[in-house]
């Protein structure tokens, strides 16, 4: 088999690695986290989320397992935050958190990247010194401290594939803003419903089942680059909030709204373009496949 090829090294300076290790951490994360801690197959890697009593998340990541270790990828300021979060269940268990600061996070581009979500495990090679992560459409991640010295700061590309591929990192801003089926975590494999308790399931199973929540997130995009200070909320014509901005990067972004799509969406002056992610997409055919059988 031929090796990928990739075309850019990125380095990855906004994430960070929360460590949760001990002989408890795998009960210990059974009890919070969404997803199903128990059956994450040791050296694989999924999605995840932490969620608050009421069911908001406190953040979500990339969750990988070593042996009876547990590793988190996310944006460092919700590493920081997550930690102080879990700390105060933690004291109840033989396990210990720590943010490995010595670990940087290294994103490589392939040359050709394809269209798939992150549903399911997927998986992670170890060695002495570095964890290597193999991304479904294409991309690879190295969590590894030694030096890396061709790679770039710029983390426009790795961003860019993060919109195409409909994955929201939870921020300072957005912080127990959300409950995980607002950013499509089911479609991404983060929540599992046959798992047991965890802090928050109630809320989150509820919204599932009796569909109490209609937001989800689609594409948007605008014929020119929007800057950084654009955030908040996207309006029809009127001037009517219909949506709220998870993710942008350059022209395209993702955006929470609820029901069905407008005909007009605007980002305070500029006009924006809105549709489906692929997945919703294959989804919808496939749900019309099945009505037609």
Not at 60 to 66: D, E, M, T
Request: with cysteine; glycine share 8%.
């Amino acid at each position: 088999m031929s090796q990928p090829q990739f075309i850019q090294t990125i380095h990855l300076s906004d994430y960070a690695i929360l460590s949760v290790k001990g002989p408890d951490s795998e009960r210990f994360l059974q009890g919070q986290l969404t997803c199903d801690a128990v059956k994450l197959a040791d050296q694989h890697w999924q999605t995840g989320a932490c969620c608050t009593a009421k069911g908001r998340m406190v953040a979500n990541f990339i969750i990988a397992r070593s042996g009876s270790d547990y590793l988190l990828r996310l944006p460092i300021a919700q590493a920081e935050a997550l930690q102080q979060h879990l700390s105060r269940y933690a004291v109840f268990y033989k396990t210990t958190m720590a943010i490995e600061s010595d670990l940087q996070v290294i994103g490589k581009i392939p040359a050709e990247a394809s269209q798939a979500t992150l549903e399911g495990q997927h998986p992670l090679l170890q060695t002495d010194s570095s964890y290597v992560l193999s991304w479904p459409d294409g991309r690879e991640e190295c969590w590894s401290a030694a030096e890396t010295a061709d790679a770039t700061d710029d983390v426009s590309a790795w961003a860019a594939l993060d919109i195409e591929e409909g994955i929201v990192w939870v921020t300072a801003a957005s912080r127990e803003a959300w409950v995980p089926q607002f950013v499509d975590m089911t479609a991404q494999g983060g929540i599992s419903f046959h798992k047991g308790c965890y802090t928050g399931q109630e809320i989150v199973a509820r919204l599932q089942y009796l569909g109490k929540t209609k937001k989800h997130l689609v594409k948007a995009s605008s014929d020119v680059p929007l800057t950084a200070e654009i955030t908040g909320h996207i309006t029809d014509g009127n001037g009517k909030n219909i949506g709220e901005i998870a993710a942008w990067q350059q022209d395209k972004g993702l955006i929470i709204i609820q029901g069905e799509l407008p005909t007009h969406a605007q980002i305070g002056e500029n006009t924006v373009q809105l549709s489906e992610l692929f997945y919703t997409e294959e989804m919808s055919a496939e749900e019309s496949a099945q009505s037609n059988e």
